[in-house]
């Protein structure tokens, strides 16, 4: 399905935004807002990212985000369950 989505949007336009964020961070109510900001704005894919506490390779933002999230509980099923709510 995502695949036959890219392939979809890239015969409309050659180059496709993608944008990530940390799920959780600074909350997923923040999350839903900026998603929702994000496809106004025109973005087409979204990589949800789950916490996890060894980001170290994704740098020093990606990192805080994570660490942040996990210290406000963020759980794996939260995850899961705000994902198939924004996808809808």
């Known amino acids: 399905m995502l695949e036959e989505t890219i ?5 409309i336009k050659p180059i496709l935004i993608m944008a990530h964020l940390v799920l959780g961070y ?3 109510d923040e ?5 929702e900001a994000m496809a106004k704005s025109g973005v087409e ?5 789950i ?3 060894e980001p170290t390779a994704d740098g020093p933002v990606i990192l805080k985000a994570n660490s ?3 210290d406000n509980g963020t759980k794996v ?3 899961f369950s ?7």
């Open 51 to 53: 916490p996890f506490s």
């Open 26 to 28: 600074p909350s997923f």
């Open 31 to 35: 999350n839903h807002k900026i998603i």
């Open 68 to 70: 942040c999230s996990i």
């Open 45 to 49: 894919l979204i990589e949800l990212q």
């Open 7 to 11: 392939q979809q949007h890239l015969k």
């Open 77 to 79: 099923k939260d995850c």
């Open 82 to 88: 705000f994902a198939a709510k924004v996808s809808q």
